[in-house]
């Protein structure tokens, strides 16, 4: 029996409109759980074992290796602080918004624990209830 | 005069979409480790509660000084042996105050370093006075 071919033309055709869908999806996570860095002061940080995640949002209190101090009350860049009493007044201004805005202190292993003294001083004055130590995890044997 | 016309393909073109998708999602993805958002919780003292000198002698005074050397209670000893020194205390009383005092000049890491050890042992209790506090209650800073 002679079998004709078929006359009809197949079409190749490879379906990618399901592809940008699945795409555009994972943006959205990535956007969402991406936190962009306010401050990137290059320090070396203390290793910690614990560690716990920093509320995001988090005023940040930045001290370089040569004692420079910087402030973001979280959403903008940081900003260098002249000096303490400058930095007590942002914190308060965050602190009188609201309470318990948590900050975060970023400061290098090796700054004098004379600023962080200050430091913690001016949260205390300034009534700040939630503080964090910002570190890197301890390597793992 | 019959015209016939060309029916024209209608399409949207969405190939070049994905691609567009996939390099914002290779942004994101590369963006979501730039920052360190990861530390060690740190409880400040409130100011409405008790004095921290109310029973000094209850509590642990953990004295870090200018070298980095450590004392606790005034024995001086590393970080493994203060482990052992608090375990004890902890599991007859888990919630014993522990007062982490360190000297000014002493580096910011040597604070942290025994402030981890402090949370890893389990001290819930644990009392950091700034040095106006200190002054405040005519204590001495750690030299």
Do not use: W
């Amino acid at each position: 029996m002679h079998i004709r071919p078929s006359l009809r033309k197949l079409e190749s055709h490879i379906p990618t409109a399901t592809m940008a869908d699945i795409a555009f999806l994972l943006i959205i996570f990535f956007m969402v759980t991406t936190a962009f860095s306010v401050d990137r002061t290059p320090m070396a940080l203390p290793q910690t074992h614990e560690q716990q995640q920093v509320a995001k949002g988090s005023a940040i209190i930045s001290i370089a290796p040569d004692g420079t101090l910087r402030f973001s009350p979280g959403e903008q860049d940081v900003a260098v602080v002249a000096d303490m009493q400058a930095l007590g007044a942002a914190i308060r201004q965050v602190t009188a918004a609201n309470l318990l805005h948590p900050f975060v202190i970023k400061a290098d292993r090796n700054v004098p624990y004379r600023l962080i003294d200050q430091v913690l001083e001016q949260l205390r004055l300034a009534g700040a209830q939630d503080v964090a130590l910002l570190s890197r995890p301890e390597p793992t044997p | 005069m019959k015209v016939r016309r060309r029916q024209l393909p209608c399409e949207i073109p969405t190939a070049s979409m994905a691609d567009v998708a996939f390099l914002l999602i290779i942004f994101f993805l590369v963006a979501s480790f730039y920052s360190v958002t990861r530390g060690i919780q740190f409880s400040l003292p409130k100011r409405d509660e008790q004095d921290f000198s109310a029973a000094p002698e209850a509590a642990v005074l953990v004295e870090i000084h200018s070298d980095s050397s450590l004392t606790a209670d005034g024995k001086p000893m590393n970080l493994a042996q203060l482990r052992g020194y608090l375990r004890p205390k902890l599991l007859r009383n888990p919630a014993k105050s522990v007062i982490l005092q360190s000297a000014l000049d002493a580096p910011y890491s040597a604070m942290t370093d025994v402030f981890d050890e402090l949370r890893a042992v389990g001290v819930e209790n644990l009392v950091i006075p700034t040095s106006a506090e200190l002054s405040l209650y005519g204590l001495q800073e750690v030299e």
